[in-house]
């Protein structure tokens, strides 16, 4: 990427690649991954980058680092429980380290990262209009690595990305959703094939036979509905 255009024009650029990356991506840890390798790249003299979604809580549900190094660093946060990215997350606001040797913020931290060639660090929210769902993060070897211009394109992106992913978010939850209730309807037709074989098998009425599959099922230790399935095969109860 071009780093000497204007900042509207480069983060214009930048913009449209990402939400091709995000777009194109079937999941939402594809396209957190996307995400993060795009930073890096944007960025120039990073040591590396790293995307984080959290629920409520500040708990991840999804995340991607760009090198074992940032991997390293966002995953102590996590263990520690400390760390600028769960503060850009809870504070929704940019969050950035000069010099990671002597910011006294997360002491704890800053010192399980004491050895790693990570001195300066930006991360700034993912925001929507629901509240922040994660934060992306860049790091450099350097104090003070990540200049005000590359900063500002940061927070930038921040937003657009934030609704991009929590539009990946949503429709892998609707497909989660839609695959469980296909799998539950599937299930309560197999029950319902089952119990009519058993009707006949038994000469029973409708309710003598499921609750006799029902019986079955808890004897055998086996789900209802693979128990039906089997029956439906020619298995015997």
């Known amino acids: 990427m ?25 999941t939402v840890d594809e396209a957190v991954s996307a995400l993060a390798h ?3 790249e944007a960025i120039p003299g990073t040591r590396g980058a790293g995307v984080s979604l959290m629920d409520t809580r500040g708990r991840r549900i999804s995340t ?17 429980r400390q760390g600028p990215c769960l503060t850009a997350w809870a504070q929704q606001a940019t969050v950035t380290v000069g010099d990671s040797r002597t910011d006294h913020r997360w002491p704890a931290w800053s010192r399980a990262i004491a050895d790693l060639p ?7 929210p993912l925001s929507t209009p629901d509240g922040a769902i994660g934060a992306l993060k860049v790091y450099s070897p ?14 930038l992106l921040a ?15 609707a497909e989660r959703l839609s695959d469980g209730l296909i799998g539950a309807l599937g299930a309560r037709d197999a029950i319902g094939t089952a119990t009519g074989i058993i009707m006949e098998r038994l000469h029973v009425s409708r309710d003598q036979a499921l609750a006799t599959l029902i019986s ?12 039906a399935q089997d029956i ?4 015997e109860l």
């Open 38 to 40: 795009a930073l890096k």
């Open 118 to 124: 990570l001195r300066s660090v930006v991360s700034t």
């Open 142 to 155: 350097i104090p003070d690595g990540i200049d005000p211009k590359a900063i500002r394109l940061i927070e």
């Open 232 to 235: 439906i095969g020619g298995g």
């Open 216 to 227: 079955a099922s808890r004897r055998r230790n086996e789900p209802l509905h693979q128990l």
């Open 64 to 80: 991607a680092s760009t090198d074992p190094d940032v991997m390293q660093a966002d995953q102590l946060q996590y263990d520690l």
């Open 2 to 26: 071009q780093t000497n255009l204007p900042l509207a024009d480069e983060l214009a650029a930048l913009t449209v690649r990402i939400a091709d990356l995000l777009l194109t991506h079937e």
């Open 159 to 173: 937003r657009p990305a934030a609704l991009m992913l929590a539009n990946a978010q949503a429709r892998d939850a």
